[in-house]
Nanobody, 127 residues
Framework: QVQLVESGGGSVQAGGSLRLSCAIR????????MAWFRQSPGKGREGVAV???????TYLDSVKGRFTISRDRGHNNLYLEMATLQPEDTGMYYC?????????????????????WGQGTQVTVSS
């Protein structure tokens, strides 16, 4: 079965940087998109960054210019480089893989079914 294992979270001060990694293990037959989501205290889960099958990327507006999503050539590892972190970036970060395309809204957050998820890694940014 497919497993996603995140690492790289931690506690940093505002302005600091972290690099999250997600190791994708198991027989993943195909992926339409790979993404990072986060859930902050008192807020619902939100998409942070996604990379689609043709390597196009989409970012949450509040992280544009600060975060960079990437993956290795074999699509076995997904990364999120986070710079200039702010307290509002605090949350549990999850990597996810979508193996099914379900809609054509133009939004990668709803056009794919993210059916594989990691257990999450905590990011805490203090002011």
């Amino acid at each position: 079965q497919v497993q996603l294992v995140e690492s790289g979270g931690g506690s940093v001060q505002a302005g600091g940087s972290l690099r999250l990694s997600c190791a994708i293990r198991g027989p993943l037959q195909s992926s339409y998109a790979m993404a990072w989501f986060r859930q902050s205290p008192g807020k619902g889960r939100e998409g942070v960054a996604v990379i689609e099958s043709e390597d196009g990327t989409t970012y949450l507006d509040s992280v544009k210019g600060r975060f960079t999503i990437s993956r290795d050539r074999g699509h076995n590892n997904l990364y999120l480089e986070m710079a200039t972190l702010q307290p509002e970036d605090t949350g549990m970060y999850y990597c996810a893989v979508a193996s099914r395309w379900i809609a054509s809204t133009g939004s990668p957050w709803v056009d794919y079914e993210y059916n594989y998820w990691g257990q999450g890694t905590q990011v805490t940014v203090s002011s």
